[in-house]
């Protein structure tokens, strides 16, 4: 995807520079604070209509253990189970998939994409894996799945776990790389070494896994301009199919931000936001020198034709998502659900015959409209056709406000179908999200 660089104009409002505490990314609409207990209901109902024609089931596994937990780490995860309770958990989420296979909602549907996230689904021994994999197979049959997503802490992959998981069918696997320096590393709390991603991706190629994507995080504690470019420079070098970066975020419930209110500290001792959109901007630009393509706001792929990820593209596309595991969220036939936060109440509502829901919230024809708009813009562009066609409403109409502030800005251009951010537009995108938003659910926060 070829991206403009436009500039913002003058009339571009003037943004928060330090990072504070807070979480900006959007991940789903409307916001999560909106979906409550007491809808749970809503989502019975869903299951137990049949699904809407041509919508695509996908499947995310949460794994929620990991060796250490990041200090920028806001997803649940546990460091301190131990091999009987990672089985009895299994087994919980097994049972879980287990009630909802049998469902109308499932009519006769396989899935068609797969997702193992955490914490770190590689933390799993290869036992636990072919425990995990062959009881999901066993109720709905993988011989329709598109992609399967696993991802991976470097430090946890042996050579002999890393055939496993190629033979028990991934097909993209993601490591989350974060940063090359040891130190660098060891500051924000990782578990892994440099030494060890090295060892880690030399073999996963020799294994033939058709994509590797890697992740890199822009603002991590200690980083610096020299230590930046030195991780763009070694990520070209391993040439993966892929590579996501994000920007560093100081969530409420991470360790940084602990310190920083024990400290009495409002701004995060981390690059501000105009510098990690700068260094992200750099990487990308090097990327795109070296043949690769930028395909969104966190992504450069190497081969656009053959490079896809289809657990992201069919989810903002709509597709169902039964989503398994502590604190996971889906969405079943219009309505969102995510699970209880915490390992315990989660086990225990699946021994006693009750499904873990903790809330949920069936958005109305309009938010559906948003959230698949607000999500696709993350791509950089949208077609205004897709949107008339599914739902009956044109973006430039329906959304004419916070399209014509975006304009005015300069990081949006609307030419016959299409609505393209400009490059310095897609490296703020989730802060201009809420220009979309409904009125009610706009934080006024912006980073």
């Known amino acids: 995807m070829s991206v403009t660089t436009t500039q913002p104009t003058l009339t571009a409002p003037v943004f928060q520079k330090e990072t504070t505490a807070g979480n900006y990314f959007v991940s789903n609409y409307p916001p999560f604070s909106y979906w409550k207990p007491a809808m749970v209901p809503e989502l019975e109902a869903a299951m137990a209509r049949p699904p809407a024609a041509a919508t695509p089931l996908g499947l ?14 806001y997803f649940k995860v546990y460091t301190d189970k131990d091999s009987a309770a990672i089985r009895g958990y299994l087994e919980a989420m097994l049972g879980e998939f287990r009630r909802y296979a ?20 590689s933390y799993l021994s290869v036992d636990q894996l072919k425990q995990l994999f062959g009881g999901l197979q066993r109720e709905l049959a ?17 050579d002999h776990k890393l055939k496993a998981i190629r033979e028990l069918g991934v097909t993209r696997l993601s490591l989350g790389v974060e940063n090359f320096d040891d ?9 892994h070494q440099g030494k ?58 991470t360790t940084i931000y602990q310190r920083m209110k024990a400290e009495g500290k409002l701004v995060a001792p981390v690059a501000d936001w105009e510098t990690k959109r ?17 395909a969104s706001a966190y992504t450069a792929v190497r081969d656009k034709e053959r490079t896809r990820f289809v657990y992201r593209d069919r989810l903002w596309s709509g597709a169902d998502l039964l989503s398994l595991g502590v604190a996971s969220f889906g969405h079943i036939g219009g309505t969102h659900y995510q699970n209880h936060h915490d390992f315990d109440p989660y086990v225990k509502a699946l021994e006693a015959g009750r499904l873990p829901v903790y809330r949920a919230l069936t958005p109305t024809a309009e938010e559906r409209f948003i959230r698949e708009f607000v999500l696709q813009f993350k791509l950089g562009r949208v077609s205004r056709e897709y949107f008339r066609g599914k739902f009956g409403m044109d973006p430039v109409e329906q959304c004419a406000e916070g ?12 030419a016959g179908d299409e609505m ?16 979309f938003f409904l009125p009610e659910h706009r934080s006024g926060r912006y980073s």
């Open 183 to 191: 130190h660098i590393l060891e500051i924000n709390g990782r578990a």
């Open 278 to 294: 700068r260094w992200v901007h750099e990487a990308f630009a090097e990327f795109e020198r070296a043949g690769y393509t930028v």
């Open 102 to 121: 049998s469902q109308p909602f499932i009519g006769g549907r396989k899935p068609r994409f797969v997702y193992f996230g955490g914490g770190t689904p």
């Open 142 to 158: 993988w011989d329709e799945v598109e992609e399967v997503t696993f991802e991976c802490e470097p430090g946890t992959l042996t």
């Open 60 to 73: 995310y596994v949460h794994i929620p253990f990991c060796r250490k937990r990041c200090h920028f780490c």
């Open 420 to 435: 393209r951010l400009s490059r310095e537009g897609l490296l703020q995108v989730d802060r201009l999200l809420q220009e």
């Open 403 to 414: 399209v014509s502030r975006l304009k005015q800005w300069g990081f949006l251009t609307v």
């Open 196 to 253: 060890e991603i090295a060892r880690a991706y030399e073999y996963a190629r020799s294994v033939g896994f058709p994509q590797i994507n890697i992740d890199l995080i822009a603002g991590m504690l200690e980083e610096t301009e020299a230590n930046w470019r030195a991780c763009v420079r070694r990520a070209l070098e391993l040439a993966p199919d892929s590579i996501t970066i994000y920007e560093m975020e100081i969530p409420y419930n």
